[in-house]
């Protein structure tokens, strides 16, 4: 599958084998109060096996889509939560209140509560099913699932000027 939109960060592969993800440090800013790093991050992760850039760039591919699959389930766990929960506020206490209580009201009232369970439910382990897709995609691209190491830029520049390292497609607007 081919990408469409830039990349936001290069991969490198070092002569000792492990991949170094290169991005701007911006993106990882969290605080919009302070002004944001300039330059950027370097990230080195242990492989599990020979790797080529295809393969780092695969593993990103998949990732990506497995956090649109995540979007999209977060949001019907969502929304099947709020559902739930605006159903039984309805036939628990809204109905009752206006004198509408109905043969349906019951109905109402009884299929409210696994609705809303289903949606907390959700909310509970969609995060967890999430990180195991992740890990699993790493796992399967060659990358080990441990936390990636954070290089200090003189440590990662010598890395990636070393003989026998290999780098990916630039960052579009940014500089290596």
Avoid at 55 to 80: F, I, K, M, Q
Wanted: net charge neutral; hydrophobic share 45%.
């Amino acid at each position: 599958m081919t990408r469409q939109r830039p990349r936001t960060f290069q991969w490198h592969l070092a002569a000792d084998g492990t991949a170094i993800k290169a991005y701007p440090k911006a993106l990882d800013h969290s605080n919009p109060q302070q002004e944001a790093p300039k330059g950027l991050k370097y990230l080195r992760y242990a492989t599990t096996r020979r790797l080529a850039l295809a393969d780092l760039y695969a593993v990103e591919d998949a990732l990506d889509e497995s956090a649109a699959r995540y979007e999209r389930v977060a949001r019907a766990v969502v929304l099947t939560g709020v559902l739930g929960l605006a159903a039984m506020i309805v036939g628990w206490l809204v109905l009752p209140a206006i004198g509408l209580d109905g043969d349906w009201t019951p109905i109402l009232r009884v299929t409210s509560i696994p609705v809303l369970a289903v949606g907390v439910a959700g909310v509970m382990f969609t995060p967890l099913s999430m990180r195991r897709s992740i890990d699993r995609i790493r796992t399967e691209g060659g990358l080990d699932v441990s936390e990636p190491k954070v290089l200090k830029e003189d440590e990662a520049l010598a890395l990636l000027h070393a003989p026998g390292t290999v780098s990916g497609p630039a960052i579009e607007g940014g500089t290596l």
